[in-house]
């Protein structure tokens, strides 16, 4: 009987958004005022001209959320992962890890370099990366930098320290935030965008990765009191 | 023009199912799946709006917002993945315990 | 003094707590420290400082990145924003030194040492500074998901199963919310073209697209802010998340989302949601105070019965919608005109709740403590053995009843004069229904824990860092009720946009 009320108040509601998407006009929007400013953001493709330089204050807080659902993964943890206990053994598995990794690696290179001019960019390069890291991880390697502690951390906020370092750096020296001089804007951007796609890379390996260790293991979880 | 539109409707009719998934089911990675089938409705209606006009390009700023919204959900979904197995682990089941939001929680 | 006034402070109050977010989880579990406390301090400073500019100069926009709006993101800083933001700074310094006592020994058990608070605990606070400055649509997305999942995270952190499903929920809910908000806010660039606050409040015009996207991202809010009957997420998590996230979830976030819902309502939706749509908030605020209140009476446990009282709390916030009108902030410079009074008092029961309820869940952290429990009926002595707690419990409590002279009954008083300016007499009945209700689980509670007890096992002693904060914010909240006029004055200084 329930379900009959949730339906049918979802077919209603469904119909009354259609009406209103029915009237919606259609338009530019902001074609054009990017349009107008792309020479002085640095680069040519204007996706990544809004991402990275008239929005970018948005980029920025969109890596914190990155940042912020690794953070809760890695406290919901039991153990530290152990890739060498994965038991993902196909000779299959193994042969097209060896083919793709290293092409896969290639291709990111590839996107991030692109996004200046193509669609492309830190995201899509940094989502392959992340894909190959999960694959060299279900074959029993590990990732490079995971032995030491300091260096994945290092890894995985590089980007985000780029990105803060170089906006707010802009902001003692008496520009605005991420107000990047229209001059150094192409390069500021390639360093951003490096920082970010190796970040992205790893924290999408380790969001992964950190999977296997939230299962029960010999470790009894104490529940703090208070 | 018409194009827009097609997309819209449709976009707008994932947003609902989506809606209906995340109230009507009660296993947690349904939930989840209609969560991500909501944002794919507002992906898609955003990315319709940025049509514009045949000649000149797409309108860049709703493409940077989908993009930005993608990294988003990506993130929440993978925590809230996370969640649902550590939660499994301790309860063995995947839905959420019934019952315990006007009791004490100790 | 020159230099001090021309610094961009309002960038620094986002730019501090993003820097040691990030500069904590890189120096690791030993030194967290080293990058929190400089961090915690610099974000209070930036604020202050950032106050007395607008104090001194107004209100300010600051286009990031040198574009200006509608193509970039603008942060504008008003009256509201800044009290927002001195709200957050206050209960933000003190819950932080709350929290150094609380984590300052390891907790028992073999958790791998990865105690990721104090970055999550940054974020959160830079995610709720942006929330309050910012003045494009999606910004504020994006800065609503950023402060929701730091405080799913913040809930989960430490917990068995319980706070393991209460989080959950409220992630479930948080991110339902969150969508609903982002469609609403793609049918208003479909109708616009522009996401800037400013643009919109110009440009919008009735229409279907624009109803369907003020419902959905009023119901987003109202998710977020837990308004009944929407609020089954709250109390849970509230309840079963470590002492100072409790703390800054029930005094700080909440705040986030219904402020957002404010200034929506009374820049961007048309007026004529006014109306019905106030008066059919006015029925869910009011039954939010009746119900929270008397779910509070009925818990068995102090965290809980906390928890409910801000499900009841909230819901004065909520009475902001009938009593006020979109009318409100045209002038020039300056707000007033209709509804002042009710402007007024929801931000100052905003302002007073976060400073009491936050001492509130930091008294009940060091009851936890020292007993090991939270269950009320067993409180017994608590009061020989942490008296400066239940001092400031019960000051907590003056400004949740709305006595004088604390910021709550300033609250209330002015919510009062507003619905009896409207005439309200159901919302007159509620409010002070409302303050009847807090006496009684205040006293409940007050009852048990003043009892003498001949018990005297002390499970363990609170550090002062957690026991003095409790007090100075407790306190704050009552004092709160003297500093009206010249916070009013601020919260008027310069019209919304």
Known sequence: MMRWVIGSVMIAFGGILVWGVMSLPGGDGLTVKVEERMEMSGVTHPVTAVLLNFRGYDTLLEIGVLLLALFGVYSLRRSRPDPTGVSV???????????????????GGYLFWSGAYAPGGAFQAGAVLGAAGVLLYLNGFDLPGRKKEWLLRLYLAIGFVFFLGIGGGLVAAGNRLLEYPPDLAGSLIIIIEAGLTLSIGFILAELYISNSSLEIGPDVFVTEKG | MNVMYLYAVVAVLLFVIGLHGVIAYSHLLRKIVALNIMGSGTFLLLVSIAYGRPEGGPDPVPHAMVLTGIVVAVSATAFGLALVRRLYSETGKPYLPNGDTEKSGR | MNGIVSIPWVAWAVLFPLASA??????GQKRVLWAGIPGVFGTFLSVLLLSSQVWQQGPQRYAIGGWRAPLGIEWHVDGLSIVMLLMTAVSGLFISIYAVGYYSRQSRGHKHSN?????????????????????????LYVTLELAGIAAVALVTLTGGQVALSAGLRYLLAALLGAMSYLMGVALLYASFGVLDIRMLSALAAPGPAVFISATLMTLGLLIKTALFPLHFWLPPAHANAPAPVSAMLSGLVVKGSFYLMMRLWVEVFPSSLWPIGGQFLGVLAGAAILWGSIMALRQGSLKMTIAYSTVAQIGYLFLFFPLASPRLFIAEGEVSGPGLYAFWGCVYQALSHALAKAAMFMAAGNIMRVLGHDCIGRMDGVNQRLPLTLFAFGLSGVSLMGLPPSGGFVAKWLLLKAALEKE??????????????????????????????????????????????????????????????????????????
């Not at chain 1, 053994?89 to 291709?107: G, Q």
């Not at chain 3, 990030?22 to 120096?27: E, N, R, T, V």
């Not at chain 3, 919302?427 to 689980?441: E, F, P, T």
């Open chain 3, 115 to 139: 105690n990721l608070f104090w970055p999550l605990w940054l974020f959160l606070w830079a995610a709720l500074n942006g929330l309050f400055l910012s003045a494009d649509l999606f910004n």
């Open chain 3, 22 to 27: 990030i500069l904590s989880f890189l120096l």
């Open chain 1, 89 to 107: 053994s196909h000779p299959f598995l193994l042969a097209l890890t060896r083919l793709l990794v290293p092409v896969m690696i290639l291709m």
């Open chain 3, 424 to 497: 309200h007499w159901g919302l007159v009945l509620i409010i002070v229904a409302g303050g009847l209700l807090a006496s009684a689980y205040v006293f409940k509670v007050l009852k048990h824990a003043l009892a003498q007890s001949s018990q005297n096992d002390l499970l363990e002693r609170v550090p002062p860092t957690m026991d003095i904060p409790t007090l100075i914010l407790a306190t704050l909240s009552l004092l709160l009720g003297f500093t009206a006029r010249p916070l009013l004055s601020l919260l008027t200084r310069g019209s919304i946009f």
